[in-house]
């Protein structure tokens, strides 16, 4: 197949961002940076350069032309959502404006994904890769006749505002050697692979568009949180009964847990000092409980909740300030990584960095704040993230997500029959674990409310729901369901709960058995849709290569999930900016106007996907969306 490489070559416009050598597409919209110029090979091995030497409005209209010339072609760029950002910045001065056309309308792929669809099949630990395009020339493409030129320019010391002919060398040495590089990869990657990889490909755009919506901060908001998350700590170390610097302090803190109160040491540190984690001190809780020490377990739970608050007021509070003053638009940014784990799900980098060669030196600015691990009970930290102006934002929730991909790949007959009646999951475990009709057991739970014995036994089967799809045994999840989900369960309960569970789902423990030994044949497990990840450890760390081989499957489904979730709202839904990945949900801005129809539409159309289409077969179970809308992240998680 013909195909196009492309790459663009950044450059500071303003002082003060000289400095920054991995400058923000969004910088140009703030008139800080520029493309300076931009690179495209072409199939009979020609390159056009288009240089930015002139005026700005000549060079975006040149642009425009230039990505005219290559709808519905191939083009490939490594690192694509960089790329693509910036020439969305470039060519759509609004924030909120409708990406453009001479974008839609190219076939975008990324051969830095490309290699990690390879490397993440073929090559274990391949999370340590490197996968910059020096690397990877230099691991693929080492007899390559221009490589030691691509290497020579690559390790030349240039700053980033530096307009010198070395960005012009750059660009062209960066889409020849892209083009061999892809070419390589293309005769190594499985066909199998093909769907997935074309699913993510299609996800590129509005990835990169996300980038450069962001997250608007309610700053009278967060001026008002930071005083009363100060005032909430200072009385629960009263309600502790211990001082307050205490709890920014974990050595004066193990002192006084484990050698004034006695109580045990759960884990430690390399260094051998007793660890002051939450984890660790939910465990230490969760040992008082079970030994009566109700007073001790209280005040540890007051330790833990300002434990909780200093780090909302450090890693959130103080950070979202930082990333303010570094953005200086009232927005924070994530710039986010396709395949950022092995699983294949999204992470997002919240800083960048300069290197000053003359000090040695390397500098790092804040530009946003860690999402996925703000805790699940801190809304008023959601609460003063918001949309930009004039959207809200549309949650899609995929509905009880891992449990169904389960029911899937298992064939669990049991599970797979509770899916598709649309019973309560959750209760049907709950009444297996004390061996009641599901509809009796339903009924009864109605009849008494809010809480109860019935309520308390739904809530045993959620936790084996969502523990035990990957081989749990019955003390982790006893600690497990205390340090994750604050419900005390026995030892013996847990084992209970664990046996019932495989009991009446008999095809989950079978899965564990198959998925296991196939993973030791073919040395790699295989998700829906093609992606592959390697496996090899399996003297050395048996037990967690295995719980791999287990999990990999169900979480990469889910990633795989997600990302036809995008694909979909994007071909279907223009007026839905992609947003963000967290968790099992997908977050889209809409606008205000209107917004009930457009989340309706899209409600339609995440419910209504073919997945025969991507993964090959029928699913025998509907894998449906919840859907939520609202002015800040707190009205929708």
Same mark, same amino acid.
């Not at 350069?49 to 000549?58: A, C, G, K």
């Not at 830095?112 to 073929?122: D, I, T």
């Given at each position: 197949?013909?195909?196009?490489?492309?790459?663009?070559?950044?450059?500071?416009?303003?002082?003060?961002?000289?400095?920054?050598?991995?400058?923000?597409?969004?910088?140009?919209?703030?008139?800080?940076?520029?493309?300076?110029?931009?690179?495209?090979?072409?199939?009979?091995?020609?390159?056009?350069?288009?240089?930015?030497?002139?005026?700005?409005?000549?060079?975006?209209?040149?642009? @425009?032309?230039?990505?005219?010339?290559?709808?519905?072609?191939?083009?490939?760029?490594?690192?694509?959502?960089?790329?693509?950002?910036?020439?969305?910045?470039?060519?759509?001065?609004?924030?909120?404006?409708?990406?453009?056309?001479?974008?839609?309308?190219?076939?975008?792929?990324?051969?830095?994904?490309?290699?990690?669809?390879?490397?993440?099949?073929?090559?274990? /630990?391949?999370?340590?890769?490197?996968?910059?395009?020096?690397?990877?020339?230099?691991?693929?493409?080492?007899?390559?006749?221009?490589?030691?030129?691509?290497?020579?320019?690559?390790? @030349?010391?240039?700053?980033?505002? /530096?307009?010198?002919?070395?960005?012009?060398?750059?660009?062209?040495?960066?889409?020849?050697?892209?083009?061999?590089?892809?070419?390589?990869?293309?005769?190594?990657?499985?066909?199998?692979? @093909?769907?997935?990889?074309?699913?993510?490909?299609?996800?590129?755009?509005?990835?990169?568009?996300?980038?450069?919506?962001?997250?608007?901060?309610?700053?009278?908001?967060?001026?008002?949180?930071?005083?009363?998350?100060?005032?909430?700590?200072?009385?629960?170390?009263?309600?502790?009964?211990? /001082?307050?610097?205490?709890?920014?302090?974990?050595?004066?803190?193990?002192?006084?847990?484990?050698?004034?109160?006695?109580?045990?040491?759960?884990?430690?540190?390399?260094?051998?000092?007793?660890?002051?984690? @939450?984890?660790?001190?939910?465990?230490?809780?969760?040992?008082?409980?079970?030994?009566?020490?109700? /007073?001790?377990?209280?005040?540890?739970?007051?330790?833990?909740?300002?434990?909780?608050?200093?780090?909302?007021?450090?890693?959130?509070?103080?950070?979202?300030?930082?990333?303010?003053?570094h953005t200086g638009d009232g927005y924070i940014y994530g710039a986010p990584r396709i395949f950022g784990t092995y699983t294949g799900r999204f992470t997002y980098s919240n800083s960048t960095s300069s290197y000053d060669s003359v000090e040695d030196s390397r500098a790092r600015w804040k530009t946003g704040i860690a999402l996925h691990q703000i805790p699940r009970n801190a809304k008023e930290i959601r609460s003063i993230l918001l949309p930009p102006e004039g959207l809200m934002i549309y949650e899609a929730d995929a509905s009880g997500q891992e449990s169904r991909l389960m029911a899937i790949r298992s064939n669990d007959q049991q599970m797979l029959k509770v899916f598709s009646d649309g019973l309560n999951f959750h209760s049907m475990t709950g009444a297996s674990l004390i061996g009641m009709d599901y509809y009796d057991f339903e009924e009864a739970r109605e009849l008494e409310g809010d809480s109860g014995y019935y309520t308390e036994q739904r809530q045993l089967g959620k936790l084996a729901n969502l523990s035990c799809n990957y081989r749990i045994g019955g003390k982790s999840l006893s600690e497990k369901s205390f340090v994750n989900y604050d419900t005390y369960m026995s030892v013996d309960t847990g084992k209970y709960v664990v046996s019932t569970f495989c009991r009446t789902y008999p095809g989950v423990p079978n899965y564990w058995e198959d998925v296991v030994w196939e993973a030791k044949e073919k040395g790699y497990v295989e998700v829906f849709g093609g992606r592959r990840y390697k496996l090899s450890k399996w003297k050395e760390e048996r037990w967690g290569t295995e719980s791999s081989a287990i999990n990999v499957p169900i979480q990469g489904a889910g990633a795989s999930m997600k990302e036809i979730a995008i694909f979909e709202t994007y071909k279907k839904n223009p007026q839905a900016l992609f947003s963000l990945d967290l968790h099992d949900a997908n977050f889209f801005y809409v606008p205000i106007e209107g917004h009930e129809e457009i989340c309706a539409e899209i409600d339609n159309t995440l419910n209504n996907i073919d997945y025969t289409d991507y993964w090959g077969f029928k699913i025998p179970i509907p894998l449906p969306y919840e859907s939520k809308f609202g002015t800040t992240f707190a009205d929708v998680k």
């Open positions: 197949m013909e195909f196009y490489t492309l790459d663009i070559e950044t450059a500071a416009t303003d002082k003060s961002m000289v400095e920054h050598a991995g400058l923000e597409p969004w910088r140009y919209r703030q008139g800080k940076a520029k493309i300076t110029s931009i690179s495209v090979h072409s199939p009979d091995g020609t390159v056009t350069q288009l240089l930015n030497d002139s005026s700005e409005e000549d060079f975006v209209e040149k642009t @425009r032309s230039l990505l005219s010339s290559l709808e519905n072609k191939v083009v490939y760029a490594h690192f694509a959502v960089f790329d693509i950002a910036w020439l969305i910045a470039m060519l759509q001065p609004n924030k909120v404006g409708a990406i453009p056309g001479e974008i839609r309308n190219i076939n975008w792929r990324c051969s830095q994904l490309l290699a990690k669809w390879l490397c993440n099949g073929q090559v274990a /630990d391949s999370s340590k890769f490197s996968y910059s395009l020096a690397n990877l020339v230099g691991t693929f493409l080492k007899d390559h006749p221009m490589v030691e030129s691509f290497v020579a320019m690559k390790n @030349r010391s240039v700053s980033a505002g /530096d307009t010198s002919g070395y960005w012009e060398e750059r660009g062209e040495l960066d889409v020849i050697m892209t083009d061999a590089l892809v070419k390589f990869l293309l005769t190594k990657v499985p066909v199998e692979m @093909r769907t997935g990889l074309l699913t993510e490909f299609g996800c590129l755009v509005p990835v990169a568009n996300s980038w450069l919506l962001g997250i608007r901060i309610d700053l009278a908001a967060l001026d008002r949180l930071q005083p009363k998350l100060l005032k909430r700590k200072t009385e629960l170390a009263l309600a502790a009964g211990v /001082d307050e610097s205490i709890l920014s302090s974990p050595k004066q803190l193990a002192t006084l847990l484990f050698e004034t109160w006695g109580l045990p040491v759960h884990s430690r540190t390399p260094k051998g000092a007793p660890q002051c984690s @939450r984890d660790a001190l939910k465990w230490v809780q969760y040992k008082a409980m079970n030994n009566g020490l109700n /007073d001790i377990a209280d005040r540890l739970g007051c330790i833990l909740e300002a434990k909780t608050i200093t780090t909302l007021l450090s890693k959130y509070v103080k950070t979202t300030y930082e990333a303010l003053e």
